[in-house]
């Protein structure tokens, strides 16, 4: 196999060096071989790329659609929930979430009871918005990130098969 050091520094063009391949042709096929893995493999993580920043633009812009994405969100944490014995999952995220926001609001934001306590905190509908948003932003977060994980991995298992494949054809070419 080649050097892990020439691989990554190189790339695709890394079987052009290694003296595991023998011929020029053979280092010419796994060389094709590898480009031909790298670009499926960009394909593959820019479309999922693209479908990201296409669903978070949409989140970001579109009241319903970050509506329906925190409504998921809340029924995918719920479920969560369920497995861990939490009842309300979500609800208890919220509170924290809400907590932490009302910290930086001032005592205008905030309705006050007959005695001059903070009954409930008046949010106005932009943080609303913006705590929908970034449940939507999460969301599609927690789907993207592991899919591109797949991607790579399953990039770099492929480069490994091609440069075995062809450091075994060279030794084999050498033995007959």
Same mark, same amino acid.
């Given at each position: 196999?080649?050097?892990?050091?020439?691989?990554?520094? /190189?790339?695709?063009?890394? +079987?052009?060096?290694? *003296?595991? &391949?023998?011929?020029?042709?053979?280092?010419m096929?796994?060389a094709?071989?590898?480009?031909?893995?790298?670009?499926?493999?960009?394909?593959?993580?820019?479309?999922?790329?693209?479908?990201?920043?296409?669903?978070?633009?949409?989140? !970001? =812009?579109?009241?319903?659609?970050?509506?329906?994405?925190?409504? !998921?969100f809340? &029924?995918? /944490?719920?479920?969560?929930? &369920? /497995?861990?014995?939490? &009842?309300?999952?979500?609800?208890?995220?919220?509170? *924290?979430?809400?907590?932490?926001?009302?910290? #930086?609001?001032?005592?205008?934001?905030?309705?006050?009871?007959?005695?001059?306590?903070?009954?409930?905190?008046?949010?106005? +509908?932009?943080?609303?918005?913006k705590?929908?948003?970034?449940?939507?932003?999460?969301?599609?977060?927690?789907?993207?990130? +592991?899919?591109?994980? #797949?991607?790579?991995?399953? =990039?770099?298992y492929?480069?490994?098969?091609?440069?075995?494949?062809?450091?075994?054809?060279?030794? /084999?070419?050498?033995?007959?």
């Amino acid at each position: 196999m080649t050097n892990f050091a020439v691989q990554a520094t /190189l790339g695709a063009a890394a +079987p052009l060096v290694s *003296k595991e &391949k023998g011929t020029m042709g053979n280092r010419m096929d796994c060389a094709g071989e590898q480009i031909k893995n790298n670009v499926k493999t960009g394909l593959q993580g820019s479309a999922v790329a693209a479908g990201a920043i296409g669903t978070t633009y949409g989140i !970001v =812009h579109n009241k319903t659609m970050a509506n329906a994405a925190a409504k !998921v969100f809340d &029924k995918t /944490l719920n479920g969560i929930g &369920k /497995l861990f014995g939490k &009842k309300d999952l979500a609800q208890i995220v919220d509170n *924290k979430l809400l907590k932490t926001v009302s910290k #930086y609001l001032t005592k205008d934001n905030a309705k006050l009871n007959t005695k001059g306590f903070y009954k409930t905190m008046a949010f106005d +509908p932009k943080t609303l918005s913006k705590i929908k948003t970034a449940k939507g932003i999460a969301l599609v977060s927690a789907i993207a990130l +592991p899919v591109l994980g #797949y991607i790579r991995d399953k =990039h770099i298992y492929k480069m490994g098969q091609i440069d075995q494949k062809y450091t075994d054809k060279a030794s /084999l070419q050498k033995t007959l």
